[in-house]
């Protein structure tokens, strides 16, 4: 029998531009998960698995990170590595052994300590996950000696300005919105406020892609506590508990490496197909969001993934951008945090941060940037190579969904 899955707490660490006085990553993984298990009011021995994640680290970093910050009680704790995805990938290892009856009470936890300066490969001496990525845009645009994630993704909006015609100032303007949405998160990286044109006349990093409109290299982590439903009651927890009403994985489709396309290259239809599947596992529709965390690492990755989650008919973002319907006042409001664009991306944190930031707005705590009337909240997180996990949420007593 599958069981309810409740969020019961979320923490987590303001997010910073890697330096040499960076906090290491156990005192971050532990900052955010003792507030995960203040906001729960449970202590640490109530946990029993811990399902932890990271990408730039030795093996068992989880584990180091847990035990001297949260506790050693001896849980099973797994390390979770999957890209950009990391994040949400312990968040969905987590909640299968919730809703399968395997643990009551589980541990999502994610951190990341980056290097300066662009992502860079791991291992010279061995096959690139991302080859076969790689080769399509290759084939279709060929490969400049400038770092090859914003490449990439530029890709993928020029294929969608051949395709549409589409204006490169529609995703200069998803950054402008971003940045402005980050002034009023206290855990943002970067809180300054820009103009369109500011946004447009920064660097160049690649093409149209401006500094402005692609995610920094980030240090921060982020938790999530999830438990059953009579966990909950136990804990007298109803008040705070956030349910996942639906979350699908998917990873790359035929699709991505045989109809030569970079916007399928970079994840579109493994999102399109793990969206449609969550809709429909939970008897709800795009209409029916009022809150979306979605993967800016890149401003045209965003205008994409609305089209891929079914905000709009594919071919048609640029006028849900001229409604205003991807913020406040609209019909969602889209990285109320500021996105990763400026609220940062360390990788292995940014899908609980994500999880976090729309727990506190389905519960009404967002504070200035706090989306009125939030009943139903969604997350999307993308890793290259691949990854994508969509997830919806609801608060969850009595069933938070309409």
């Given at each position: ?22 906090a290491d ?12 298990l ?9 946990v ?7 990408v ?13 910050g ?25 909640r ?9 009470c589980?541990?999502a ?19 690139n ?14 490969l ?23 204006n ?13 949405h980050?002034?009023?998160?206290p ?9 369109l ?5 920064s660097?160049k ?25 009579e ?24 699709s ?31 209409t ?8 800016d690492c890149?401003?045209?990755n ?13 071919g ?36 609980l ?12 705590l967002?504070g ?13 997180n ?11 949420f ?9």
């Open positions: 029998m599958q069981r309810r899955v409740f969020v019961v707490g979320v923490g987590m660490t303001k997010f910073s531009k890697p330096n040499e006085n960076s990553y156990p005192e971050m993984a532990k900052e955010a998960g003792q507030a995960a203040a906001d729960a009011g449970i202590p640490y021995s109530a029993k698995q811990a399902c932890v994640g990271y730039y680290g030795d093996s068992t970093c989880g584990q180091r990170a847990v035990y001297h949260l506790g050693l009680t001896g849980i099973p704790i797994v390390n979770v590595n999957n890209n950009c995805a990391t994040g949400s990938t312990a968040l969905f290892m987590a299968q052994l919730v809703e399968g009856g395997l643990a009551d589980v541990l936890l994610g951190f990341e300590r980056m290097a300066k300066g662009s992502l860079a490969t791991g291992f010279s001496d061995r096959t996950p991302m080859d076969k990525h790689m080769e399509i845009m290759i084939n279709k645009y060929g400049a000696s400038a770092p090859v994630a914003p490449q990439l993704f530029a890709s993928a909006g020029k294929e969608h300005m051949e395709k549409y015609g589409t490169p100032e529609y995703f200069a303007k998803i950054a402008w919105k971003n940045h402005s980050s002034t009023n998160n855990y943002s990286q970067f809180q300054k406020e820009y103009t044109d500011e946004v447009l006349q660097r990093i690649f093409d149209y892609l401006t500094v402005l409109q692609c995610c920094p290299t980030s240090n921060g982590a982020a938790a999530a506590i999830l438990a059953n439903e966990f909950v009651k136990r804990h007298k927890l109803q008040p705070k508990a956030v349910e996942i009403l639906a979350q699908v994985m998917a990873t790359d489709y035929p991505t490496f045989e109809e030569n396309s970079c916007m399928k290259m970079v994840g579109y239809d493994m999102t399109k197909k793990a969206a449609q599947k969550c809709f429909e596992q939970a008897g709800l529709k795009p029916d969001v009022d809150v979306i965390e979605l993967h890149f401003s045209v965003e205008f994409l993934t609305y089209e891929a989650l079914g905000l709009c008919p594919e048609r973002a640029c006028d849900l951008i001229d409604r205003g319907d991807n913020t406040y006042g609209g019909k969602w409001v889209i990285n109320p945090s500021g996105g990763l664009i400026s609220k940062g991306h360390p990788l292995g944190a940014t899908g941060a994500q999880v976090a930031e729309l727990c506190w707005q389905l519960r009404g967002a200035r940037r706090q989306v009125p009337g939030a009943k139903v909240a969604l997350q999307h993308l890793g290259l190579g691949g990854a994508v996990v969509v997830t919806l609801g608060m969850g007593f009595p069933r938070g969904h309409r």
